[in-house]
């Protein structure tokens, strides 16, 4: 499903936080929205999964928009936050449960859903053990499990490899992109790390609140002249790391 946002303005009282932001979110693919610190990524994350209420502009899920038909679009996604929401005392299944529940699925609904979600992750094993003994990576993946559980079309991830390690965060890179390829999931993955971009992937560049370049990360270098994604960026910016 894609993803329109159009003519997006966001202001937190006299401080300007989104300017006329447009652009869109390709279907089935790891979309990347590109950002150093301040770009205003959070608070589009916040005005996609309706945390904040649109000032000005609309966004589009498929042909569902948020201002007019606000909860239709909301089934449509799933959203892991930067800070992670799981209860630590819980098991990995009982975390599971309780948002199914929330989202008004009833048990039974519920019980295949979570078992292929948590197989699907590789923590099927785990299920039973509280999230407090899983490491950053695997809380991560819970945390991804709950957001598909209720089958939505769009994911969004901000800043989903804070806090991994190395190994952990090319693991989620690659394990996002399966879903990507396997079930045609939209996914939005907000970063400043510049080598979790693949080159055919769509980019978009977000820097003081306003749409500095859409296009692939290939592209992206190419028409800026530069041989790297880095140098593209900071030739975008004037910053020389995206950080
Ligand atoms: N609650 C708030 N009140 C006032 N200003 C805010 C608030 N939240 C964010 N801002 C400002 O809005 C702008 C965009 O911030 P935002 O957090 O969306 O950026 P970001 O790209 O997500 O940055 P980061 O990577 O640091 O989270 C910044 O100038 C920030 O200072």
């Known amino acids: 499903m894609q993803l329109d946002v159009r003519d997006v303005s ?14 869109t979110v390709q279907s089935g693919r790891l979309n990347a929205l590109l950002g150093p610190n301040g770009a205003g990524k959070s608070t589009l994350m916040a005005l996609f999964s309706r945390l904040y209420r649109l000032q000005q502009g609309d966004i589009l899920l498929g042909e569902l928009s948020i201002r007019r038909q606000p909860r239709q679009a909301l089934r449509q996604l799933g959203v892991v936050f930067q800070q992670s929401t799981l209860d630590l005392d819980l098991s990995v299944r009982q975390n599971l449960a309780y948002h199914a529940a929330l989202h008004g699925l009833s048990r039974r609904q519920a019980a295949p859903r979570i078992e292929s979600e948590l197989q699907r992750q590789g923590l099927l094993e785990r299920q039973h053990e509280q999230v407090r003994q899983l490491n950053g990576g695997h809380r991560r993946r819970v945390e991804i499990a ?13 800043e989903p490899s804070v806090g991994l390690d190395q190994a952990s965060r090319l693991a989620l890179n690659q394990h996002i992109r399966l879903l990507c390829a396997e079930r045609g999931l939209t996914v939005v993955w907000t970063t400043h790390l510049l080598d979790e971009i693949q ?25 800026s002249g530069t041989a790297s994604l880095g140098d593209a960026f900071a030739r975008l910016t004037g910053q020389t790391e995206a950080a």
């Open 10 to 23: 966001f202001a937190y009282g006299q401080r300007l936080a989104l300017q006329g932001v447009s652009f």
């Open 146 to 158: 709950r957001a598909l559980l209720h089958e939505p079309k769009i994911l969004l991830l901000d």
């Open 199 to 223: 080159a055919e992937d769509p980019v978009v560049v977000l820097h003081q609140g306003r749409i500095l370049a859409e296009n692939s990360a290939a592209e992206l270098v190419h028409s």
